[in-house]
């Protein structure tokens, strides 16, 4: 069988990839463990939640797989932020991160909001 490219489930792959690497280095060299449990937990379900949408019962259940993936991809901003402001991660990190998170979130947001607007029409 072969399988459909699907650019979003790569890029939530390669982001949630680097999340989990990020753990490791904040747990191994940074000794912090909590944040780096909440960071992996919402950056590895954007693309969990994404893949839950594409095998969606009905169009109301893909749009609310959607809506949560778009919700974790907000929550793994907040992570960084607190990272990055906590002197956690580098300028350099967060802002490659961030740039990666920030476009899923903006791909999520506007396919929530077409598929939202199309159903009232």
């Known amino acids: 069988m072969i399988m459909k490219e699907n650019i979003l489930i790569d890029k939530s792959i390669d ?12 747990v191994k060299d940074k ?10 937990r919402s950056g590895t379900s954007i693309g969990a939640n994404y893949s839950e949408a594409c095998n ?3 169009t109301a259940d893909f749009v609310n797989k959607l809506a949560i993936a778009q919700k974790k991809a907000h929550e793994t901003i907040y992570w960084l932020r607190v990272l990055y402001g906590s002197e956690l991660i ?20 506007a396919s929530v909001a077409t598929l939202k607007n199309s159903e009232n029409k």
Not at 33 to 40: W, Y
């Open 56 to 58: 969606a019962v009905s």
């Open 31 to 40: 000794k912090e463990t909590i944040i780096s449990k909440q960071i992996v």
């Open 15 to 26: 982001f949630a990839a680097r999340i989990i690497k990020l753990q490791r280095y904040l």
């Open 90 to 109: 580098s300028k350099e990190q967060y802002d490659d991160l961030m740039s990666d998170v920030q476009s899923l979130h903006k791909i999520l947001s």
